[in-house]
């Protein structure tokens, strides 16, 4: 096991690696940028170095900076989070090269799999269903021929990345040159690599995500399903487990399938495989996060296993102690993302308390949420033993919890959460008006 660990992240998930790592007796190392100097991810760590301005690719991005720090804490080891450099294998190789471990998958992993269209090809062969789509395409032109074979709508998404960047939805010919070129501008622009795929518009549908750990030692568990369906422009705004479209059956069906194709694409970590869900009641495979999902927090909630202490375990080597017999799905979880709405300075913060309700998140008086990271201020998650009794539970936490000097999104969050469709588990990737 590590003795210490870099975490080369900011907010709410810098602040949650390192009590994973305190409790597992595991020293840490922060990074931060000037923006962030009062930073509570900043403070808690046993040891803390800025490397460069608020920018991020003058701090968190900067891949030499945070290397040479590690080796100069003393760190064996860099978890990256989420975002950032989380899929970066260039990061992990040079991690590799410098004696230091990247929590995450090896490099040559990341670069068979970050490929969402040629990842997509290795999945086929697993007994999943994959959206039917293509590789990348060249040119405007190609992406229209492609476009009628497959038949509109089409969406057009970035072979790399994700977070919903990049990606447009093209209903007719006519939409497509323009389409293409903005795609191609915006994933340049988020992920250094301008290359994009097309596949069909599956739609109406439901986001379900299958959350896996994998060791090196020929071992896989996936812990059940989470719905994502709650989304704005592509980005997700609130997610529960088990999805309430998803019975028993289908549910093991699918994770059965999800464990073995896992195990034949050899993937070794935390990692999610995305589907779309279609009315029928038929899953889609569309890509895989090879990370940790932001969203993690709904799935530790219901099974009681800790993502991220796992995540370092199997980075040291460690195989995982359950089997999928020891998942047990029973139970709700719902976790709301609370969002800045604005920058601006903390003056107030109450945290909502009782059993099963936790707010993850880097928040303390006199925070000061700036322009350069994006607005998550953190997670607002709650357990029960029945969906029914979990949406009073999210009701009345987000009723309680205060932040005052910062606008957010809470009200908009109880409006959701009390929406007659939401509460009877009907609805789709159409609730927030996305079509």
Request: hydrophobic share 40%.
């Amino acid at each position: 096991m590590f003795s210490k660990i870099l975490i080369a992240n900011r907010g709410e998930i810098a602040v949650r690696i390192i009590r994973a790592c305190k409790e597992m007796g595991v020293a840490t190392v922060a990074v931060y940028s000037e923006a962030d100097k009062n930073a509570l991810h900043v403070a808690l760590a046993d040891q803390s170095y800025c490397i460069g301005g608020p920018e991020a690719s003058e701090s968190y991005l900067n891949e030499n900076q945070i290397i040479s720090t590690a080796i100069l804490a003393g760190a064996q080891a860099i978890h990256p989070g989420y975002g950032f450099l989380s899929e970066n294998a260039h990061f992990a190789r040079a991690c590799r090269k410098n004696g230091l471990v990247f929590i995450g998958p090896d490099p040559e992993s990341m670069e068979r799999l970050s490929d969402k269209a040629i990842l997509k090809e290795l999945i086929r062969g697993t007994g999943l269903s994959v959206i039917p789509g293509t590789k990348a395409v060249a040119s405007a032109e190609e992406a229209r021929r492609a476009a009628e074979i497959i038949g509109y709508p089409v969406m057009l998404k970035p072979c790399a990345g994700g977070g919903g960047r990049g990606i447009r939805l093209i209903r007719s010919e006519d939409e497509v040159n323009d389409a293409y070129y903005q795609a191609i501008g915006e994933a340049v622009s988020s992920f250094g690599d301008g290359s994009v795929y097309l596949e069909k518009y599956i739609f109406p549908a439901r986001h379900v995500e299958l959350q896996i750990l994998a060791d090196e030692h020929g071992n896989a568990v996936c812990l059940g399903d989470r719905d994502c369906s709650l989304q704005r422009r592509n980005q997700k705004l609130l997610e529960e487990t088990p999805s309430p479209a998803v019975d028993d059956e289908q549910r093991a069906q699918i994770m059965e399938l999800a464990v073995e194709a896992v195990k034949q694409i050899r993937y070794v970590g935390a990692g999610t495989l995305e589907f779309l869900l279609d009315r029928e009641g038929n899953f889609w495979f569309m890509e895989m996060n090879i990370r940790l999902q932001v969203e993690h927090c709904v799935t530790e909630m219901l099974t009681g296993i800790d993502l991220v202490k796992w995540q370092i375990r199997i980075a040291a080597g460690i195989p995982l102690d359950f089997s999928q017999k020891d998942i047990k799905i029973k139970g709700s979880a719902i976790e709301c993302r609370i969002n800045a709405g604005s920058c601006g300075t903390l003056k107030m913060l109450h945290v909502p308390g009782g059993p099963s309700v936790r707010f993850d998140t880097y928040l303390v008086v006199g925070t000061v949420v700036s322009p350069y990271y994006d607005s998550l201020l953190g997670k607002l998650i709650v357990y029960a033993k029945t969906r029914e009794e979990t949406l009073r539970k999210m009701r009345a936490s987000l009723c309680e919890l205060v932040i005052d000097g910062i606008p957010t999104n809470i009200e908009e969050q109880l409006r959701i959460v009390e929406d007659e469709r939401f509460t009877s588990g009907n609805y789709d990737l159409t609730f927030m008006g996305n079509r």
